[in-house]
């Protein structure tokens, strides 16, 4: 079992960045695919990005390439989304899940934890 705790998340204006981490305590954490989902209200929970195990493979959704970049450090047990350029439409709470499949997860069924979720908010 792993345990995951998201940060970083605020209100920032349009074109502005953020930096969200997901540390995770318990199991290796590079014993997991990872990823970052987003959740917007009254709508479901969307596939952000993803990255393999080592980190070696890396995934987005269309829109957010370009803008967003998903790393990890195993030797730190922590996730990161670099979030640039950000518009109004990026509004959401930001969830870090842990998949137990081999290499890039992108469906939300396929993730065996999560974290709590942090709001991220950005202002037009």
């Known amino acids: 079992q792993v345990q995951l705790v998201e940060s970083g998340g605020g209100l920032v204006q349009a074109g502005g960045s953020l930096r969200l981490s997901c540390v995770a305590s318990?199991?290796?954490?590079?014993?997991?695919?990872m990823g970052w989902f987003r959740q917007a209200p009254g709508k479901e929970r969307e596939f952000v990005a993803a990255i393999s195990r080592n980190g070696g493979s890396t995934s987005y959704a269309d829109s957010v390439k370009g803008r967003f970049t998903i790393s990890r450090d195993n030797t730190k047990n922590t996730l990161y989304l670099q979030m640039n350029s950000l518009k109004p439409e990026d509004t959401a709470v930001y969830y870090c899940?842990?998949?137990?499949?081999?290499?890039?997860?992108?469906?939300?069924?396929?993730?065996?934890?999560w974290g709590q979720g942090t709001q991220v908010t950005v202002s037009s």
């Open positions: 899940g842990a998949s137990t499949f081999m290499g890039i997860v992108k469906l939300t069924k396929s993730y065996n934890y």
């Open positions: 318990g199991r290796t954490f590079s014993s997991y695919a």
